[in-house]
């Protein structure tokens, strides 16, 4: 069982920036492929940006392009969404998910956002953007 751990939620402003990271247990990080999703109040869990194992194409939900950037640091094992320029509508509870086994190489946008393709879930770190 992979343990994920997301970190740098918080209460900002909207128009500013927030930091999260996720660091991961395990010695194979480099084979997972990473994702981020957001869930808000009385709505269903949605990707925000998904990430595979050879980091060659993220791919992001159409209210996260040009906003938000999803990275990995596999010496680190930690993998990273910088969110700029946020909204109050991106106000919601952030996971962190890691596709363990078997994750492929290359990766589709449909893949990457299908929760289904995830093995293990992070607790969730909260983002609140105020108006």
């Known amino acids: 069982q992979v343990q994920l751990v997301e970190s740098g939620g918080g209460l900002v402003q909207a128009g500013g920036s927030l930091r999260l990271s996720c660091a991961a247990s395990?010695?194979?990080?480099?084979?997972?492929?990473m994702g981020w999703f957001r869930q808000a109040p009385g709505k269903e869990r949605e990707f925000v940006a998904g990430?595979?194992?050879?980091?060659?194409?993220?791919y992001y939900a159409d209210s996260a392009k040009g906003r938000f950037t999803i990275s990995r640091d596999n010496a680190k094992n930690t993998v990273y969404l910088q969110m700029n320029s946020l909204k109050p509508e991106d106000t919601a509870v952030y996971y962190c998910?890691?596709?363990?086994?078997?994750?492929?190489?290359?990766?589709?946008?449909?893949?990457?956002?299908?929760?289904?393709?995830?093995?293990?879930w992070g607790q969730g770190t909260q983002v609140t953007v105020s108006s």
């Open positions: 990430i595979s194992r050879s980091a060659i194409n993220p």
């Open positions: 395990g010695r194979t990080f480099s084979s997972y492929g």
């Open positions: 998910a890691a596709d363990v086994e078997n994750a492929p190489l290359y990766i589709s946008r449909a893949y990457a956002a299908s929760v289904g393709n995830y093995d293990s």
